[in-house]
């Protein structure tokens, strides 16, 4: 059984296990067409990087 990873929270001042959102691909693809497609890239972005949030107060970790 793998353990969960951990990393610093900020918000909590400790350390907590994380989790990623899942992309809300058909709000991405509305704001790519509204926006002519300058949306695009942070969509990319959001797909190959996504943000780590707190398990624990759900707030996003920025840092490692």
Same mark, same amino acid.
């Given at each position: 059984?793998?353990?969960?990873?951990?990393?610093?929270?900020?918000?909590?001042?400790?350390?907590?296990?994380?989790?990623?959102?899942?992309v $809300?691909?058909?709000?991405?693809l509305?704001?790519?067409?509204?926006?002519?497609?300058?949306?695009?890239?942070?969509w990319?972005?959001?797909?190959?990087?996504?943000?780590?949030?707190?398990?624990e107060? $759900?707030?996003?970790?920025?840092?490692?």
């Amino acid at each position: 059984m793998s353990e969960k990873k951990t990393v610093w929270c900020s918000t909590c001042n400790k350390q907590v296990s994380y989790h990623f959102q899942k992309v $809300n691909h058909m709000l991405q693809l509305f704001l790519s067409i509204i926006s002519c497609g300058i949306w695009l890239p942070v969509w990319m972005a959001l797909i190959i990087k996504p943000t780590k949030f707190c398990d624990e107060c $759900n707030q996003p970790l920025w840092s490692e």
